[in-house]
């Protein structure tokens, strides 16, 4: 079993950036400029969102964040997002998600201008995917697509499972996975909560990606002996044996996992640290699309 090291990968790609960005500075341009809006106190989005901008200033990127409350109305948040659609200093923001229960996401995301949609969810950036034409990616699928792409992993006429369908993850990841490039060209199974036979089908994977959102779903008995496993899954669980009360698993039984698979990713320093490479990589595109 190899590791696919998501903290690796994206360091290398964070060098990278931050040389782009080094020689902007160098020529009198302006630096990329992210900004993230985050509503409510939901503790993930908070440690998504202070990540997301602790990675910003590693690589000289400008991050700032708009933290508005709970309660905000659907009116106020327009209001912030009309404001940055129309800020010429800011290259691309994104809305974190889930947004609280009185707010309507896929609502909210059809406001943000395309051009400044760095999280790729905006319908025509969802439809220029679709289509193979050059957009923003989604940062997860973006980030697990040059994860692959860098350990020179072949998915082309390979069985590709996915694992989940939502519109952050499992959908955008069936797409690429499928689509005519390099990585790509596998044959794909969109699997989600309605599918029958799950562990049958996973069990066929030569590539497996779960994104269920359920700590441990995948056990080794659901995956084939020498398969690809990229687990998109984050979950906390208590730990008395750690300083901090916690430890963080995936949605893959990596202990038992690893001892069938060629290659998994780890959790921590795998798929999360790839996301916010992703993100990164689209915030110096929107830069670039202005210069
Ligand atoms: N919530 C979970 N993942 C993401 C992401 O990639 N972008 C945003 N905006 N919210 C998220």
Request: hydrophobic share 40%.
């Amino acid at each position: 079993m190899k590791l696919l090291d998501g903290k690796e990968i994206s360091a290398q790609i964070k060098e990278e950036i931050k040389a782009e960005v080094a020689a902007m500075i160098d020529n009198d341009i302006r630096p990329p400029h992210l900004a993230a809006i985050l509503v409510g106190e939901d503790p993930a989005s908070q440690t998504y969102v202070a990540s997301k901008e602790k990675n910003c200033q590693s690589v000289g990127i400008i991050s700032t964040a708009y933290r508005l409350p709970e309660n905000t109305t659907e009116e106020e948040l327009l209001k912030t997002i009309d404001f940055l659609n129309k800020d010429d200093e800011v290259d691309g923001f994104i809305v974190q998600l889930p947004l609280p229960k009185h707010l309507n996401d896929d609502k909210v995301i059809k406001l943000i201008d395309p051009t400044k949609d760095v999280d790729g969810f905006h319908p025509e950036n969802i439809g220029k995917m679709v289509l193979g034409e050059d957009t923003y990616l989604p940062a997860t699928p973006y980030g697990i697509m040059e994860l692959l792409k860098r350990y020179d992993i072949d998915t082309a006429g390979k069985n590709c499972v996915v694992l989940g369908r939502s519109h952050i993850v499992g959908t955008p990841m069936s797409i690429l996975m499928s689509r005519n490039s390099k990585p790509g060209n596998a044959t794909v199974t969109l699997c989600h909560s309605r599918t029958e036979n799950i562990k049958e089908i996973a069990a066929q994977a030569d590539i497996l990606i779960a994104a269920v959102g359920k700590p441990h779903f995948v056990t080794a008995d659901m995956v084939k002996d020498g398969a690809i496993v990229v687990d998109v899954g984050i979950h906390r669980i208590e730990d008395a044996s750690k300083k901090s009360g916690f430890r963080l698993i995936g949605d893959v039984d990596f202990e038992e996992v690893s001892k069938k698979a060629s290659y998994i990713t780890p959790v921590p320093g795998g798929v999360g640290l790839m996301t916010i490479a992703g993100l990164l990589l689209n915030t110096l595109k929107a830069r670039k699309a202005k210069m």
